[in-house]
């Protein structure tokens, strides 16, 4: 007998016969193949990185001025298999803090090359070390993208970008994708869906949403939008209960993110 995931009142969708041979070319059974083979996007091999860095406030200038001048190199080396897909400074949210999303062109062979070759690269190393002296913390997590949202891609400003972090119960992956394969498409009319994607390594059953607005105004009213729309708060209201914590960060684009 397939399992069921409750939705709204009318439908149900079968793990074996519904929602998974719907969303994706083949059909396959989730208790028999892991999440991020049945969320992730099968055209392409890309893995993400994101860095969480929590700089010390007399240093964030120079900071910035030192990311801006070693992504600069890393993009014109074309041995490098990887490039960054934005970098930002949180705006509201944890302070001092610099957000970058990587992108490695190849999964997990791309981020060993890069990895590799890095390890051996005597500038960047120095890089490294001096930017230590400038970090209280750091974190990062490699993720997938969920099949189903936008491919991130460069974008011209002024923007502001939201990052919604969820940490979710763990086991409700499927669910959540379930839910938000529907949902996305009453957030995409006002082009400010950026990117969503999920945790491979790190912390675990998280769940990132990256969001471009104009200014927080039009935030507001884009979200307000959003409910105005029949199915939009079923969707809300299926999704909640999957939610541990949650989190919003308003970023501003460093000056040479290439997501401004």
Known sequence: MSKFFEGPPHLFFSVDEGWVSSMFAHKVNARKDAHSNLLSKKDISNL??????????ECME???????????????????PCEVVGSWNTWYGEQDQA??????????PALTECLRKLNRNMAYLAFRKERS??????CNQLLLEFSFWNEPAPRSGPNIYELRTYQLVP???????????????Y?????????????????LYVVHHLWAYKDLQSRQETRNAAWLKEGWDVNVHYTMPLIQKMESRIMIPMEHSPLQ
């Not at 379930?178 to 498409?185: E, F, L, Q, S, Y």
């Not at 957030?187 to 912390?203: P, S």
Request: glycine share 10%.
């Open 99 to 108: 957000v970058h999303l990587w992108r490695y062109s190849g999964g997990y």
């Open 48 to 57: 993400y990185k994101i860095q969480f860095h929590n700089v010390k406030p």
């Open 133 to 138: 002296k400038m970090l209280i913390s750091r």
């Open 62 to 80: 120079a900071y910035n001025k030192m990311s801006d001048e070693v992504q600069k190199e890393l993009h014109r080396d074309a041995d490098y």
């Open 187 to 203: 957030r995409q009319e006002n082009n400010e869906a950026v990117g969503g994607f999920f945790t491979q390594i790190g912390e």
């Open 171 to 185: 086991g409700t992956m499927i669910e959540w994708g379930n839910n938000w394969a529907r949902a996305i498409k």
